[in-house]
């Protein structure tokens, strides 16, 4: 049970990385378009200001992008353990004194995760029920969102046309119970999930390192056999990427 729980741990942190280049990418690209189009503008182009104001979501995008980035590299930091943690005491302590105090820390970080999670879930789900006036168009039967209107509703309509990409995105989140009036609402969705990856992570880690401290010598040093090698892998990629470097400039 426990190496199937690892497993899926292991796909889902290859998920998140491919995620965070995703989106890497994509803010260069968009950053990159944003300033190539403003400095178009300065030879008075008509076509470079239309375009330019068009891309009036790019910033938002940029925004977001930086929150996805944040809270995927939070996770992904949990993953390989590389968290942010006071560990002076830890170092001094013996070894099983550290692992029961690693476990019992560990498990109070993943319950209070699991809080913020909540905490922070219960205030998406008010941005995104928040329908502003450019999403909502008047039926016969009421307000309605745009992305709920038919193609006859919305050619009696001229100033108000259907975003495709979120309303496709908006009927995804739906079939998961989650209704998202805005793109920007629907963006915050990160934050409660990848804090209950977090949290998760972190129980993970504290039931394993007080399974340790609860086993004999032998679970210790393997345990510690495991951390060093751990550490050796981590600083070879350190100075491999150094040494890239170096040799590029």
Known sequence: MIAFLQRIDRMWARLEGA??????????????MQAGVRNLTRFDLEWANQLLTSLDWADSLLRKGTLWLAFLGASLATYHHKQIAIDSLMRMAPPRAKYW???????LAGIITFGLSYAFGSAVELNMSERPVEYELLADS???HVCDASAAQLRDVT?????????????????FGFGAETPGAAFQLIVPVMLFVIALRLLGHGIGYLRVARGGAAAIEAAEAEEHARLL??????????????EES
Do not use: N, Y
């Not at 892998?233 to 170096?246: C, D, I, K, N, T």
């Open 19 to 32: 995620l965070t280049v995703g989106v890497l990418i994509l803010m260069v690209l968009t950053a990159g």
């Open 159 to 175: 100033d108000l046309s259907k975003p495709v990409v979120f309303c496709a995105f908006r009927s995804v989140l739906g079939v």
């Open 233 to 246: 892998a981590q600083q070879e990629s350190v100075q491999r990427v150094v040494r890239s470097g170096g």
């Open 142 to 144: 009421g307000p309605i």
């Open 101 to 107: 105090m690693l476990g019992i820390s560990t498990l």
